[in-house]
């Protein structure tokens, strides 16, 4: 009998056919997402171009600042308690110890008059002393007064006993009584003098302190009674009055900011720079702001490294008086200046740099972005000084390249 023979279904020939035909589907599915990973279409209206310019560099930043007065001087609350009067508005011109506001606080003026009381009892104990040893000492001066006029008397009684007794008029014992008289009050007043002008020198000391204490005891009631005014917010210079808002019945703690004087004695500039640029800026670079169209030259005075929200604050004054052209709480646009104005390659700003850091840019090249790497050296508010890289005359894209910035290639539809 014949036998059947199975037909097989994978020969050689159609192995090979099939293996060729995958090899090719790979290559072509290879070839396709290669493609589409490396390139990418964009629609050229999505996109910023702008072309790559050559002229003036200045080495500048632009910043917006607001007019301060100069000179700003603080109102604080020196006794804390409730507002029970107000005297003046905010805004109004005030004169240097001009009466504000009238703290009212029981406690405090309570202290004040016992504190007051006990002070004038002290002066009045040391004027007693002072009046009991000045009594004293006028009881020494008098007792070495008559001392002195008993010893004359003697002295006069001897003299004349002994001029007699010489010519023997008297008897010898009425003459050494007057001798003896005499010796004694000549002695006795000697020794009381001495002690009178010890004591009086003692006496004088005691009342150097005692006035020295008065004086003090004085002073210190003067400044008490001064304090007791404290509860009396005065005006401490000369100027307009500003951030003053107390109400009828509001508390105010000791040492708390009530207002503030703003003394019309000039003005400045106050600008908040961000902080990219602290170690750039210093204390004496010039500066131009612009009122009006024209431009006016300003100083940087103050610098505070402090950095809040990404930015540190400087103080700029005006090198000329403008009172007359500026207000209080006027923005004006200030310009500070690095370095001389130079000729560069100049590449305009855009969010191109915060895709890519500055380290390379998309050229257009006819209707294709090529990836081009660059350096780039200073910049200001519109353009980066482009070193190396770019040429006049190129137009780059300046748009944001996040959607496609790992693309080597982008095309223009």
Known sequence: MDTVIEKKRFTPKRILTISLITIVAITIITISAGFELFSYEIDKSRVTIKDVTYGPFEDIIMANGTVEPKTTVFVNVIEGGMVEEIFAEDGAMVQAGQPLVKISNPNVSLRYMTQETATIEQINNLRNTRLIIENTQRDLNDKLYLQEKDFFEAERQYKMDTALYRKGVIAKNNYLKSVESYEYHKKRTALIKTSVVKEIKNREQQLERLNT???????????????????????????????????????????????????????????????????????????????????????????????????????????????????????????????????????????????????????????????????????????????????????????SYNDYKERDKVILK
């Open 213 to 399: 204490s008065i004086n003090l005891m004085e002073r210190n009631l003067e400044i008490l009674r001064k304090n007791r005014s404290n509860l009396t917010v005065k005006s401490p210079i000369t100027g307009r009055l500003s951030s003053f808002n107390p109400v009828l019945g509001q508390n105010y703690n000791s040492g708390q900011t009530m207002g503030k004087i703003n003394v019309l004695d000039g003005f400045i500039i106050r600008a908040f720079v961000s902080e990219y640029y602290i170690n750039k800026v210093r204390e004496g670079q010039k500066a131009i702001c612009y009122i009006n169209d024209n431009e006016y030259e300003l100083t940087i005075k103050k610098v505070l490294p402090e950095v809040s929200n990404n930015e540190f604050q400087i103080d700029l004054g005006f090198n000329s008086e403008l009172k007359d052209k500026i207000t209080r709480g006027q923005t004006l646009s200030v310009k500070i200046q690095f370095a001389d104005k130079i000729n560069a390659i100049r590449l305009p700003k855009g969010m191109h740099f915060q895709s890519t850091g500055g380290k390379w840019v998309f050229v257009v090249n006819n209707n294709q972005l090529e990836k081009r790497e660059i350096k780039i050296g200073r910049n200001n508010n519109e353009f980066y000084e482009v070193l190396s890289g770019l040429q006049e005359g190129e137009k780059i894209v300046t748009s």
